[in-house]
């Protein structure tokens, strides 16, 4: 049996499909840190989310703008990760 260890390669890889696959609002995310709660029964994701930010003049034109990476988390039970990534693989087998 494998123990998938706190911010193992496979661990955030795994949190990556899962929130690519199964959250629409978080599809595009750079997972940097994937971690187990103290009980074990959620995953503590740690994501980049990309955002615009703009600064407009008293007119309300656009002055300048720019993208920051702002730091954000997410916490995952973990059933809900294993029947999610269950389902993923499943229908991958399934194309083959």
């Given at each position: 049996m494998t123990v998938i260890q706190d911010n193992s390669h496979d661990l955030i890889k795994s949190v990556q499909v899962y929130l690519?696959?199964?959250?629409?609002d978080l599809h595009d995310v750079k997972v940097t840190a994937a971690r187990f709660s103290p009980c074990g029964s959620d995953i503590i994701a740690q994501y980049n989310i990309q955002r615009m930010v703009k600064v407009t003049n008293p007119f309300g034109e656009v002055v300048s703008q720019k993208t920051i990476n702002?730091?954000?988390?997410v916490a995952i039970p973990v059933q809900d990760f294993q029947l999610a990534l269950?389902?993923?693989l499943t229908a991958m087998l399934h194309k083959f």
């Open positions: 690519r696959e199964f959250n629409r702002q730091p954000e988390s269950l389902v993923h």
